[in-house]
């Protein structure tokens, strides 16, 4: 193992170790676009209480999926701020803890912690 890759693993654990490694990868993204994918997973919880998304994109049936972003967000354009967006679409406010989630499931897989 080179130097660097020991290097990343080593601070990659020691963060983890300070706070989860889904928050110490959040806190490295700025904050619009921390928002923005705040706003996505947010989205995307809601839309699979709904409907069976994986199963979808595996058939290739993403009509469903753009029916749900058109009804719940696409229709208001700029006439709802992000936060009413999100309130309205998913029923909760805004809520860190799915993107949170989200990061802790894909770096610990990424480096196997």
């Given at each position: 193992?080179?130097?660097?890759l020991?290097?990343?693993?080593?601070?990659?654990?020691?963060?983890?170790?300070?706070?989860?490694?889904?928050?110490?990868?959040?806190?490295?993204?700025?904050?619009?676009?921390?928002?923005?994918?705040?706003?996505?997973?947010?989205?995307?919880?809601?839309?699979?209480?709904?409907?069976?998304?994986?199963?979808?994109?595996?058939?290739?049936?993403i009509?469903?999926?753009?029916?749900?972003?058109?009804v719940?967000?696409?229709?208001?354009?700029?006439?709802?701020?992000?936060?009413?967006?999100?309130?309205?679409?998913?029923?909760?406010?805004?809520?860190?803890?799915?993107?949170?989630?989200?990061l802790?499931?894909?770096?610990?897989?990424?480096?196997?912690?």
């Amino acid at each position: 193992m080179n130097n660097t890759l020991a290097s990343a693993r080593t601070t990659m654990r020691s963060a983890c170790c300070r706070t989860s490694i889904g928050r110490a990868a959040a806190s490295a993204i700025s904050h619009h676009m921390r928002l923005a994918i705040c706003m996505r997973r947010n989205f995307k919880q809601a839309m699979e209480k709904e409907l069976d998304v994986a199963g979808l994109l595996e058939e290739g049936n993403i009509a469903p999926i753009r029916e749900w972003l058109t009804v719940h967000i696409h229709q208001f354009g700029k006439m709802k701020k992000p936060l009413e967006l999100v309130r309205d679409a998913t029923g909760e406010t805004l809520k860190a803890d799915y993107l949170i989630q989200y990061l802790e499931e894909k770096y610990k897989a990424l480096y196997r912690l």
